[in-house]
């Protein structure tokens, strides 16, 4: 039993190692490559008029309507400039 709750506990462990990991990719790649670059605006674009969830770009719905629309691209640009 002792075990177990070892081996969940490591499971937990890189779970949330893992989520936070992605979290920190997350902010503007676009295209999930782990860089944050021109190419995450051109993926943006390409997405343009898209549920976030079918494009796999919930990371770059930047005003969370569930959509990718130029209102998020114009977001990933202003973010991009700071
Ligand atoms: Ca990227
Ligand atoms: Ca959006």
């Known amino acids: 039993m002792f075990m ?5 506990a490591l499971l937990a462990l890189l ?4 989520i936070a990991t992605s979290a920190l990719a997350a902010a503007g790649d676009c295209n999930g490559d782990g860089e944050v670059n021109e190419a995450d605006l051109d993926a943006l674009i390409a997405a343009n008029n898209t549920l976030a969830a079918e494009t796999s770009m919930a990371n770059c719905d930047y005003d969370g309507d569930g959509a990718i629309s130029l209102a998020d691209a114009n977001a990933h640009i202003a973010a991009s400039r700071q």
């Open 15 to 18: 779970g949330g190692l893992l």
């Open 4 to 8: 177990v709750c070892r081996v969940l």
